[in-house]
C-alpha cells in the first residue's frame, strides 16, 4: 500500500502533527514502507504458531499476597478535618 501526499496531511491532521511542506514526502515514503512492510508480514502463515505475551518461558516473581500494615484508618481519620461513616468530607469543587 502507498501512502499519497493528501493521506499524509489527513494522518498528521488527525494526530494533530505539524508538518512542514518539505518534511511531507518524508513522511510519505516512510510510512508507506512501514505499510509495505507490515503487508509482508501479514502474509506469512501463521495458522500453526500460538500467539505468545512474551517471547521467552518467564514467569513473573510474585510475593505473597500477606497483609503487612496494620490498620491505621482511625488514627488518620481523628486528625482529618471532617469524617462521616468512615469516610473523609471534601469541599465539592464541580458543579
Known amino acids: 500500500m502507498s501512502l ?3 493521506d499524509v496531511e489527513k494522518i498528521a491532521h488527525l494526530a494533530r502533527i505539524s508538518l512542514s511542506e518539505a518534511d511531507i514526502p518524508l513522511y510519505t ?3 508507506s514502507n ?3 512492510f507490515v503487508e509482508q508480514m501479514n502474509s506469512v502463515d501463521t495458522s500453526g504458531i500460538l500467539p505468545m505475551a512474551h517471547p521467552l518461558d518467564a514467569t ?3 510475593r505473597p499476597d500477606v ?3 496494620i490498620n491505621q484508618r482511625d488514627t488518620f481519620q481523628a486528625i482529618a478535618p471532617q469524617v462521616e461513616d468512615g469516610l473523609y468530607l471534601v469541599p465539592k469543587v464541580l458543579e
Open 29 to 31: 515514503h516512510n510510512l
Open 34 to 36: 512501514i505499510l509495505a
Open 60 to 62: 513473573a516473581r510474585l
Open 4 to 6: 499519497q501526499r493528501k
Open 67 to 69: 497483609v503487612v500494615e
